[in-house]
């Protein structure tokens, strides 16, 4: 189905039926593309901490309120918990992660629906501007506060500081999942992404073909659905997006699931393990558009990995710091890796939303 075609269904739900959540889960495609049902029998994600660098996460939405922690807000002034958003994006992306679902099996389902999100509110208006710094101040935050995982549904231009809060959450054994990056504002491989280490995601569409809007590169190491995906928003609506930060999103929910099922295993393990399980697309082994493969959760949960040191198929070793150069830490812009026409649901609303901020 077409953007345009799923956004009539959304109004038409809406028009029909109040209660338009209760039908919110059958057009969440990549649940059954991915096979989310079969792995959530293995695993939910049970005691993974998920931090989420981004706008923050409302926690009024139903399928949210009891997958939330409070986090902390950054910037001047900036007093929250991270329980609130403005923009929408991070509880887009907080939906994806770990939304509970509603008691009568409609609403938003999660990858992960027994983690917790841990919100950082890192950006709070759409100028994107300078904001590199306080990316890394939440990155910081939640390895210190006991994030086992990431998530970076974002490109900055490249920045020390960033760099910096990157390779303390590598060495604290925690997992980095970020996005490539969306076209046309990025042909290669983002910041950061690009760095060592860090599980670099791309997407793919319905069909499981690469997604025209993902970046490619060397550095992509595994692809996820990044196509009219359907996320909570605020005030208890949901939305369409398309973009390499569903991907991320959804890749990081998988990266609960298996934390949660290997507890021994260290960050750069797990990152080996998804990477060796996903399912090989386009030229075989490794490449540019899919990285190793399409994320594979159940094979992820279930297969018989050789470790990291016997195998090529892994992120890497967390870097060095000072390995890859990087700018001076100046005004650096943002870009939330969602864009196109974003469709709400919970009355007749249609509205277009823009998250591809532009980058310096």
Known sequence: MSATAL???????????????????????????????????ISQGEGVMVG???TGVDVKHAELTEAVLPGKGFGEGNDTDGMVDFLGHGTAMAGL???????????????????MILPLQTLRND????????????????????AKVICVAAVTGEDSQVQAAVDHALR???????????????????????LPGVL??????????HASISATGPEMLVAAPAVDVVSTRPFGKYALGTGTSDATAIVAGVVALVRARFPGLSGVEVVHRITATATDKGKPGRDDEYGFGIVNPVAAL??????????????????????????????VRVALLVGGVVVLVGGLVIAVWRWRLPRD
């Open 52 to 54: 989420l660098p981004d």
């Open 302 to 331: 279930t297969a018989d990995v050789p470790s990291a040191a016997a195998s090529p198929s892994t992120g890497g070793s967390p870097p060095l710091a000072g390995t890859q150069p990087v700018g001076d830490g100046g005004a």
């Open 200 to 209: 670099a995601v791309g997407g793919t569409d319905r069909n499981g073909d």
């Open 127 to 146: 100028d994107g501007h300078g904001v590199a710094a306080l990316l890394a101040e939440g990155i910081n935050w939640a390895v210190d506060h006991g």
């Open 172 to 194: 604290s054994d925690v997992v980095v999942v970020a996005g490539v990056g969306n076209t046309p504002d990025a042909t290669t491989v983002g910041f950061p992404a690009k």
């Open 97 to 115: 992660i770990a939304g509970r679902g509603l008691p009568n099996g409609g609403g938003v389902l999660g990858v992960a629906p027994k983690a």
């Open 7 to 41: 956004a009539i269904v959304l109004a038409v739900m809406a028009a029909a039926c109040p209660a338009a959540a209760d039908n919110i889960r059958d057009l969440q495609w990549h649940l059954a593309a991915l096979s989310i049902p079969e792995a959530q029998k």
